[in-house]
C-alpha cells in the first residue's frame, strides 16, 4: 500500500512567521493536531503540533499572538515522506524518528498531503476501508509502531526555549 492511498490530501498550512494564535485556530478550524509550516512554494520548512504551542506558550511565559511558528520548532529536522512510498517505509521513518505525523511532499518537494498515525491505525485490520476499498495494514506493524513511538522518551528538563 502507498502513503497516497491513505493520507489526507487537504491539508492547512502557514508561513513560519505565522502567531501561535492563529496556528491554534488552524487546528481547531481543521480538526488537526500539527500544521505544517511552507515558504513561499509550499516547500515545508518545519511542522507545528498542538503540544509545541503548549510547552512554547509555558516556557516562554508568553502569549501565543507574541509567538511565531519558526520560534517552537526548536530548529528540529523535519522528516517527511512522498505519494509513492511505501507505508511500511513512512512506518519505518516515522517510528525510528519517533514523530506520529509526515509531511507529504510531492516531486518538486511541495506539501501535498500529511500522513499521521490515526491515517495508519483507521488501515489497520478490520477498520481499513476509508479510501483504499479492502487494503489493509498488519495490526502487528501497527502495534509495533503504536508501541514505539507511543512510549515514554527521556525527560526533557524545564528550559527556556
Request: aromatic residues 4%; negative net charge; contains cysteine.
Amino acid at each position: 500500500m502507498k502513503v497516497s492511498e491513505i493520507m489526507v490530501t487537504e491539508v492547512a498550512s502557514c508561513s513560519p512567521q505565522t502567531s501561535l494564535q492563529d496556528i491554534a485556530m488552524l487546528m481547531w478550524n481543521n480538526d488537526c493536531g500539527a500544521i505544517p509550516l511552507v515558504d513561499e512554494q509550499e516547500h515545508p520548512v518545519g511542522i507545528v503540533t498542538d503540544r509545541d504551542i503548549c510547552m512554547g506558550a509555558a516556557l516562554r511565559n508568553k502569549p501565543l499572538w507574541e509567538l511565531r511558528g519558526e520560534e517552537v520548532t526548536n530548529d528540529r529536522e523535519l522528516y517527511s515522506c512522498g505519494p509513492d512510498d511505501s507505508i511500511k517505509e513512512a512506518l519505518q521513518l516515522m517510528e525510528e524518528h519517533e514523530v506520529r505525523r509526515l509531511p507529504v511532499m510531492n516531486q518538486y518537494s511541495q506539501l501535498c498531503g500529511m500522513l499521521s498515525l490515526g491515517d495508519i491505525v483507521s488501515f489497520t485490520g478490520a477498520g481499513g476501508t476509508r479510501k483504499a476499498g479492502n487494503t489493509k495494514i498488519s495490526p502487528n506493524e501497527t502495534m509495533e509502531f503504536l508501541r514505539h513511538v507511543s512510549a515514554h522518551h527521556p525527560s526533557h528538563k524545564a528550559t527556556a526555549l
